[in-house]
């Protein structure tokens, strides 16, 4: 009997039939990973992280137990490849409004994009709201970097140097937290964005409040 051979060893001799037979494995391999990762934000999203044993998780990516560090490198990494997916993309969506949009729009449209992704992804949000606890390091450092990115894109999309950094994590955890009560009000998508980016104003007023305090109290200061 013909003995079948692998992707890697078809036509050997054939450089076109090869680099096609190594285009297949790599799409192959893309897609098992892309539906590992979809099927383990299913199971995360529905069952809550702590909830889902190893058994469970092998058994929904259709595995066996034995072999699933095969397959991931652990639940907590999984858990942070799907943070890391998210917030990447947030940072690469807000850096290009930074780009393009004209100043005084900026920070309007990185919040509608932000609600946009809610819709679009929101067990994704769902997992970054209720879970980010689970992470422990190096998961947690590289998912703060992360965050404090698209944290630094918002500041400069708002370019008042009185937006400090407690600023921008307050506008980033009302955006995150949305969707656990934006859509009980049944609003219009304008009038959603509207109502968001009028209590970011409010953010950015309190914060503008706070820092002429505290300069009139070190003038005060200064001058007794």
């Known amino acids: 009997m013909q003995r079948r051979l692998p992707f890697f060893e078809i036509a050997v001799g054939d450089p076109a039939d090869h680099a096609a037979a190594r285009l297949l494995w790599e799409q192959a391999a893309i897609n098992?990973?892309?539906?590992?990762?979809?099927?383990?934000?299913?199971?995360?999203?529905?069952?809550?992280?702590?909830?889902?044993?190893?058994?469970?998780?092998?058994?929904a990516l259709g595995i066996k137990c034995g072999s699933i560090y095969n397959h991931i490198e652990s639940k907590e990494a999984l858990l942070y490849e799907l943070f890391e997916e998210l917030l990447e993309l947030l940072q690469t969506k807000a850096m290009q409004i930074q780009r393009n949009a004209e100043a005084p729009k900026r920070l309007r449209k990185i919040i509608e994009m932000h609600l946009n992704l809610q819709d679009r992804m929101p067990s994704h949000f769902q997992l970054l709201e209720r879970e980010w606890r689970h992470l422990n390091e190096p998961w947690l450092s590289h998912a703060d970097a992360h965050r404090a990115r698209y944290e630094q894109v918002i500041a400069a999309a708002v370019g008042d140097s009185a937006c400090s950094q407690a600023c921008t994590q307050s506008i980033v955890t009302l955006l995150n937290q949305a969707p656990a009560?934006?859509?009980?009000?049944?609003?219009?998508?304008?009038?959603?964005?509207?109502?968001?980016?009028?209590?970011?104003?409010?953010?950015?007023?309190?914060?503008?409040?706070?820092?002429?305090?505290?300069?009139?109290?070190?003038?005060?200061?200064?001058?007794?």
């Open 181 to 224: 009560w934006l859509p009980a009000l049944r609003l219009t998508v304008s009038a959603r964005l509207d109502l968001v980016y009028s209590m970011v104003e409010l953010i950015f007023a309190q914060a503008f409040s706070d820092s002429t305090a505290q300069r009139t109290d070190g003038a005060t200061i200064r001058a007794s």
């Open 32 to 59: 098992t990973f892309l539906d590992t990762r979809q099927q383990a934000l299913s199971l995360f999203a529905s069952k809550g992280y702590s909830n889902v044993g190893m058994r469970e998780l092998a058994s």
